[in-house]
């Protein structure tokens, strides 16, 4: 599997950007996906993740600004960012295919096995 994401960019704090995750060399119907980011300086931290099964959990400090969503038909998941705030600047990461128990773990980057290079997102004060 392979993940490719887009749809980074610079924008004021207030603003909205969409990030996409497109996966080729395998269907992802049945996979569950996810994005993290990494701030200057700071640790990886998780941001949302969909499970197969539809289920998506959030991070606290995105909750009820970001809504992570996906399109099998175009084995596609996207992360709708909305009210964007300067804390938000970070490289995002897409990542696919969990393994373990997600109900636990779905914060634990090292249980999903398969991520993307990373899209640059700035948020402007």
């Known amino acids: 599997v392979q993940l490719q994401a887009s749809g980074g960019g610079l924008v004021q704090a207030g603003g909205s950007l969409r990030l996409s995750c497109a996966a080729s060399?395998?269907?992802?119907?049945?996979?569950?996906m996810g994005w993290f980011r990494r701030a200057p300086g700071k640790e990886r931290e998780f941001v949302a993740a969909?499970?197969?099964?539809?289920?998506?959990p959030y991070a606290d400090s995105v909750k009820g600004r970001f809504t992570i969503s996906r399109d099998n038909a175009k084995n596609t998941v996207y992360l709708q960012m909305n009210s964007l705030k300067p804390e938000d600047t970070a490289v995002y990461y897409c990542t696919a295919q969990f393994v373990g128990d997600f109900y636990t773990d779905y914060q634990v980057a090292d249980k999903y096995t398969h991520w993307g290079q990373g899209t640059q997102v700035t948020v402007s004060s």
């Open positions: 060399g395998r269907r992802l119907r049945s996979s569950t």
């Open positions: 969909i499970h197969w099964s539809g289920i998506t």
